[in-house]
T-cell receptor
Framework: KQEVTQIPAALSVPEGENLVLNCSFT??????LQWFRQDPGKGLTSLLL?????REQTSGRLNASLDKSSGRSTLYIAASQPGDSATYLC?????????????FGQGTILTVHP | DAGVIQSPRHEVTEMGQEVTLRCKPI?????LFWYRQTMMRGLELLIY????????DSGMPEDRFSAKMPNASFSTLKIQPSEPRDSAVYFC?????????????FGPGTRLTVL
């Protein structure tokens, strides 16, 4: 059974800092890995999706990397802003007969203060 | 595109009552997922459909939970009878089956409170 862990559980940084959020998964047989953002009381917004054959994806100030062999992914946020404050979730997408099933981590609560 | 639409956004009910949550996937999407989010357990997949057919319902907690997808543009998640421990935010997500990236798009959720 796939298990996804995110470290740290919470992070508070001053505006302008570069930061890294970590995600690890136990079963490396994934189809892809997706990073989401969730604002309080809201749904999930997809940030980046990395296919199992890819090493990284970039969107603006966000860069996500994937190392399947070690079961790890990182989300790098450059020059953080107060508007980046949210919960960040990673989700491993199963392959094979479980194609399409997302297993989520518990999330990292990020606070960027001015 | 309006995105995934869920209704109601908030539901407060009493223990023992029947609760029905509704979802309209993004037009053209042929795969639909129901998730539940709680503080204790995080986000959990309950059930998902491909082309209106239930594929995996192993996450449905008990027989009190049932889900249907009568057509490509509508799905329901029903809880009967409801219990206080069912209180959670329920999310619906959809995707296009068969595309390369398999990206899922989430609705805003229904916050359910069972008293």
């Amino acid at each position: 059974k796939q298990e996804v862990t995110q470290i740290p559980a919470a992070l508070s940084v001053p505006e302008g800092e570069n930061l890294v959020l970590n995600c690890s998964f136990t079963d490396s047989a994934i189809y892809n890995l997706q990073w989401f953002r969730q604002d309080p009381g809201k749904g999930l917004t997809s940030l980046l999706l990395i296919q199992s054959s890819q090493r990284e994806q970039t969107s603006g100030r966000l860069n996500a990397s994937l190392d399947k062999s070690s079961g790890r992914s990182t989300l790098y946020i450059a020059a953080s802003q107060p508007g980046d404050s949210a919960t960040y979730l990673c989700a491993a997408n199963a392959g094979g007969t479980s194609y399409g099933k997302l297993t989520f981590g518990q999330g990292t609560i990020l606070t960027v203060h001015p | 595109d309006a995105g995934v639409i869920q209704s109601p956004r908030h539901e407060v009910t009493e223990m023992g009552q029947e609760v029905t949550l509704r979802c309209k996937p993004i037009s053209g999407h042929n795969s639909l997922f129901w998730y539940r989010q709680t503080m204790m357990r995080g986000l959990e997949l309950l059930i998902y459909f491909n082309n209106n057919v239930p594929i995996d319902d192993s996450g449905m907690p008990e027989d009190r939970f049932s889900a249907k997808m009568p057509n490509a543009s509508f799905s329901t998640l029903k809880i009967q009878p409801s219990e206080p421990r069912d209180s959670a935010v329920y999310f619906c997500a959809s995707r296009v089956l068969g595309t390369g990236d398999n990206e899922q798009f989430f609705g805003p959720g229904t916050r359910l409170t069972v008293l």
